[in-house]
C-alpha cells in the first residue's frame, strides 16, 4: 500500500492572531516561524488522531497480495472492502483497477467494489477532511492543534491526551 498527499489544505486551523495570543506574543517578528508551527503542529494532531482535519485529497494505491488478515482490505463473497485512510471521508473521486475506472460504492469511510478485483492492484482517489474552513473542525481538535503550537514554539515535548476521543484504531 502506498499513500500520497496530492493536495494539501488550502488553509491552516489556526491564524496568526490565535496563535499569538496563546503563546502571549505582541510582536510581528516570528511570523513565519509561527506559521511552520502551526503547520506543524496541525500534521502532529493528524499523525497522532489518523485524522485528516481539514480537506485535503489523497491517492491510495494498493498492489496484490493483501494479506488475509488486513485492516484495510476486507474480502467478503460479493464485496471488496477498502477502509481508506485518514478519515472522515468527504468524497470519493475516482477508483480504478488495473488502470481502468471501475464502479464503485461509498460506504462512511470505505469504498466496496466487486469482489472479483481481488488481487488486482487499485488506485483510489478521495477527499478527506472535516471541511475546508477551520470553523468545520470540532472544537477538542481545533484546541488540539493550538494546544500543540506551546510546545514546539518552546522546545518541549507534545502531550494531547485530549486526543484520545478522536484516535483512529484498527485491528489486526
Not at 38 to 50: K, L, N, P, Q
Not at 91 to 97: G, L, N, Q
Request: net charge negative; aromatic share 10%; glycine share 2%.
Amino acid at each position: 500500500m502506498q499513500l500520497f498527499l496530492q493536495t494539501p489544505p488550502i488553509e491552516e486551523p489556526l491564524t496568526l492572531d490565535e496563535v499569538k495570543a496563546y503563546l502571549k506574543i505582541h510582536e510581528n517578528q516570528e511570523e513565519g516561524f509561527l506559521q511552520s508551527i502551526i503547520s506543524s503542529a496541525r500534521a502532529y494532531v493528524e499523525c497522532f488522531t489518523g485524522r485528516a482535519l481539514l480537506k485535503q485529497r489523497w491517492h491510495l494505491q494498493i498492489r496484490p497480495r493483501f494479506p488475509p488478515l488486513s485492516p484495510l482490505v476486507k474480502y467478503r463473497e460479493e464485496a471488496l472492502e477498502i477502509e481508506l485512510p485518514y478519515p472522515p471521508l468527504m468524497r470519493v473521486e475516482e477508483v480504478k483497477v488495473k488502470e481502468k475506472t471501475t464502479a464503485f460504492k461509498q460506504e462512511e469511510n470505505r469504498v466496496v467494489l466487486d469482489s472479483s478485483h481481488w488481487d488486482q492492484e487499485i488506485s483510489i482517489h478521495y477527499w478527506a477532511g472535516y471541511g475546508e474552513k477551520a470553523s468545520s473542525l470540532p472544537p477538542a481538535l481545533k484546541m488540539a492543534v493550538l494546544m500543540a503550537t506551546r510546545p514546539f514554539y518552546d522546545h518541549q515535548p507534545v502531550d494531547l491526551s485530549i486526543l484520545n476521543p478522536f484516535k483512529v484504531h484498527r485491528l489486526m
